[in-house]
């Protein structure tokens, strides 16, 4: 009790969630602890599965999204992109699954951050709706090809997935590499009729500056129709697309950087909900799976959100890369493997590789880094 009074009393003199993350911590304990209790108690096996092991499962997943959720809020994109192809590379779970869970791991990760953006005034209240319907349908109708895609598929269905999400992941490295064309703050000459009748103009307040600036923003059309194509990406391959808004936001429709950003999470977080339906009627969200990952991903958001101010996040988005280049050349191999064009790579390959990937990408962030500070 004395322990909680003192957070409280924390909490009104800092901006950081103590309480939520004391909260989310203890609950997460409890739960843990109490599940190992009754494992032990009642070591059940399912289908060839003691219930200790799937417990241990469980408590690795949970640790295993907190760090996917720090990385993802570091690096400026959501959770989705990392989790949904690490599991569809590494593991043999069934893709609707991962894809499910994957579009409430991006969506929650989105959510997150949500409701500090908009209570700051960065995120732009009325575009948000807009932006929101037109990638809610995306996202409902790639969910819904991915349902009907995947019914009499099989192998050579999982296989496909598989290497098409290895090369998108690929082109996807190679878009951050090329550093993704960003404009901090585009001057906006013209506004079409479409975006003038809509009033999406705003302002925000720009901390570093101490001043208010207001902005103007352009191709509203353009905005809803790449919106909705990336819905139905995210909703087809479960990863989301905050990727892919901000950009969408920042240099199709002239948004500053700073109001992209933030607008990208509330649009993510609140329309990918619509996604999340059709594999929810397709059996493909089992919750004792995605709890764990969805309770990560909030304790890892907050954590990441606060070590922003303080890591380079250079140095995290370079070696983020280099986990993304490994995960799709598993991608790809796996399958290659699964539609019969080549053998299974060895486990000693792999390792190997990951290494000097690994190794590839530290020895770049620290030149990165060197060469700032010169």
Same mark, same amino acid.
């Given at each position: 009790?004395?322990?909680?009074?003192?957070?409280?009393?924390?909490?009104?003199?800092?901006?950081?969630? $103590?309480? +939520?993350? @004391?909260?989310?911590?203890?609950?997460?304990?409890?739960?843990?602890?109490?599940?190992?209790?009754?494992?032990?108690?009642?070591?059940?096996?399912? =289908?060839?599965?003691?219930?200790?092991?799937?417990?241990?499962?469980?408590?690795?997943?949970?640790?295993?999204?907190?760090?996917?959720?720090?990385?993802?809020?570091?690096?400026?994109?959501?959770?989705?992109?990392?989790?949904? !192809?690490?599991?569809? %590379?590494?593991?043999?779970?069934? *893709?609707?699954?991962?894809?499910?869970?994957?579009?409430?791991?991006?969506?929650?990760?989105?959510?997150? *951050?949500?409701?500090?953006?908009?209570?700051?005034?960065?995120?732009?209240?009325?575009? =948000?709706?807009?932006?929101?319907?037109?990638?809610?349908?995306?996202? @409902?109708?790639?969910?819904?090809?991915?349902?009907?895609? %995947?019914?009499?598929?099989?192998?050579?269905?999982?296989?496909?997935?598989?290497?098409?999400?290895?090369?998108?992941?690929?082109?996807?490295?190679?878009?951050?590499?090329?550093?993704?064309?960003?404009?901090?703050? !585009?001057?906006?000459?013209?506004?079409?009729?479409?975006?003038?009748?809509?009033?999406?103009?705003?302002? $925000? $307040?720009?901390?570093? +500056?101490? +001043?208010?600036?207001?902005?103007?923003?352009?191709?509203?059309?353009?905005?809803?129709?790449?919106?909705?194509?990336?819905?139905?990406?995210?909703?087809? @391959?479960?990863?989301?697309?905050?990727?892919?808004?901000? !950009?969408?936001? =920042?240099?199709?429709?002239?948004?500053?950087?700073?109001?992209?950003?933030?607008?990208?999470?509330?649009?993510?977080?609140?329309?990918?909900?619509?996604?999340?339906?059709?594999?929810?009627?397709?059996?493909?969200?089992?919750?004792?799976?995605?709890?764990?990952?969805?309770?990560?991903?909030?304790?890892?958001?907050?954590?990441?959100?606060?070590?922003?101010?303080?890591?380079?996040?250079?140095?995290?988005?370079?070696?983020?890369?280099?986990?993304?280049?490994?995960?799709?050349?598993?991608?790809?191999?796996?399958?290659?493997?699964?539609?019969?064009?080549?053998? +299974?790579? !060895?486990?000693?390959?792999?390792?190997?590789? @990951?290494?000097?990937?690994?190794?590839?990408?530290?020895?770049?962030?620290?030149?990165?880094?060197?060469?700032?500070?010169?």
């Amino acid at each position: 009790m004395i322990l909680l009074q003192k957070i409280i009393k924390k909490c009104k003199y800092s901006d950081f969630p $103590y309480l +939520e993350c @004391f909260i989310i911590g203890t609950t997460v304990a409890v739960s843990f602890a109490c599940l190992m209790a009754l494992s032990r108690a009642t070591d059940i096996v399912h =289908n060839g599965m003691q219930t200790s092991t799937i417990v241990w499962i469980l408590f690795v997943s949970f640790f295993l999204s907190v760090a996917i959720a720090i990385l993802s809020v570091m690096a400026g994109i959501g959770g989705g992109i990392i989790f949904t !192809p690490v599991m569809l %590379a590494f593991t043999d779970i069934n *893709s609707l699954l991962v894809r499910g869970t994957g579009i409430i791991v991006a969506m929650s990760s989105g959510a997150v *951050s949500a409701g500090i953006f908009t209570k700051k005034g960065l995120s732009n209240y009325r575009l =948000n709706l807009v932006m929101i319907l037109c990638l809610g349908l995306g996202a @409902f109708l790639g969910a819904e090809l991915a349902i009907h895609t %995947a019914i009499g598929t099989g192998v050579m269905g999982e296989g496909a997935l598989r290497l098409a999400l290895g090369c998108i992941l690929l082109a996807l490295v190679i878009f951050f590499l090329s550093g993704g064309k960003k404009m901090t703050s !585009p001057k906006v000459e013209h506004v079409d009729k479409l975006t003038r009748f809509l009033k999406l103009e705003g302002r $925000y $307040y720009e901390e570093g +500056e101490k +001043e208010i600036r207001n902005y103007k923003v352009k191709r509203a059309p353009l905005g809803m129709v790449l919106l909705f194509l990336i819905g139905i990406l995210g909703g087809f @391959f479960g990863m989301g697309g905050g990727w892919a808004i901000t !950009p969408a936001l =920042n240099i199709g429709m002239g948004l500053p950087l700073r109001v992209a950003a933030a607008s990208s999470n509330v649009i993510l977080g609140v329309g990918g909900s619509m996604s999340v339906w059709p594999y929810i009627f397709a059996g493909a969200v089992i919750p004792l799976f995605t709890l764990p990952w969805l309770a990560g991903q909030v304790v890892g958001g907050f954590i990441g959100a606060h070590a922003l101010t303080r890591v380079k996040v250079d140095f995290v988005r370079i070696i983020l890369i280099g986990v993304m280049v490994f995960t799709s050349f598993t991608l790809v191999t796996k399958g290659l493997e699964m539609l019969g064009f080549i053998r +299974e790579i !060895p486990a000693f390959v792999q390792v190997i590789l @990951f290494i000097l990937i690994m190794l590839g990408a530290a020895m770049i962030a620290f030149r990165e880094r060197r060469r700032n500070n010169g």
